[in-house]
């Protein structure tokens, strides 16, 4: 099973401000696919990423994701109060199938 | 609009067994790929099971393999979780989610709003 280990757990930062989220895979992830998701308490996932970097429908550019291997950034430039969120990674190359345990992003 | 609605969750007792639904609209379920993806209290997004658009290939957590079966009725709509066997560490909401393809191998791009299962005596 590939294990998604993201950091960090926490992040704490100011409206305006660039967030830079870690994920790292414990064997080679292609690229194709590795995707980004946003969670907020009560609602449902939403995909912000697919195929490392490419974003998903009605995704603002200030959301952008990158990386290969076993090493990807999900970035989010000009923080805003609603990007308070969980935010995990996920890899659909191999099965079983995984997440990385989450990071949860505070705007301050 | 693309809409994804689950049922079947509730209380089970240990050992015991429930289904789960997930009723589709809005998209021509069948050209899809569809998934289960579950979050205990407090806990991360765990992904349960696939299951490509025709059917024929499914894959497994193996904290659920043997136990869980996923399965899909094209012509209703509507994507299945039956859970056999069931632990204290099923209790979790469980998501149905929608990947852009026939193959399980995307990401998931439309999802439901989940419904609770609790495993308990």
């Known amino acids: 099973e590939i294990v998604l280990t993201q950091s960090p757990g926490t992040l704490s930062l100011s409206p305006g401000e660039r967030a830079t989220l870690s994920c790292r895979a414990s064997q080679s992830v292609s690229s194709s696919y590795l995707a980004w998701y946003q969670h907020k308490p009560g609602q449902a996932p939403r995909l912000l990423i697919y195929?490392?970097?490419s974003r998903a429908t009605g995704i603002p550019d200030r959301f952008s994701g990158g990386g290969s291997g076993t090493d990807f950034t999900l970035t989010i430039s000009r923080l805003e109060p609603e990007d308070s969120a969980v935010y995990y990674c996920?890899?659909?190359?191999?099965?079983?199938?995984?997440f990385g345990q989450g990071t949860k992003l505070q705007i301050k | 609009e693309m809409q994804l609605l689950e049922s079947g969750g509730g209380l089970a007792q240990p050992g015991g067994s429930l289904r789960l639904s997930c009723a589709a609209s809005g998209f021509t379920f069948g050209n899809y790929a569809m998934g289960w993806v579950r979050q205990a209290a407090g806990k991360g997004l765990e992904w349960v099971s696939g299951i490509s658009g025709s059917g024929g290939t499914t894959y497994y957590a193996d904290s659920v393999k043997g136990r869980f079966t996923i399965s899909r009725d094209n012509s209703e709509n509507t994507l299945y979780l039956q859970m056999n066997s069931l632990r204290a560490e099923d209790t979790a909401l469980y998501y149905c989610a929608k990947t852009p393809a026939l193959s399980t191998r995307n990401a998931f791009d439309i999802w439901g709003q989940g419904t609770m299962v609790t495993v308990s005596s």
């Open positions: 195929g490392a970097s």
């Open positions: 996920h890899q659909c190359g191999t099965s079983p199938y995984t």
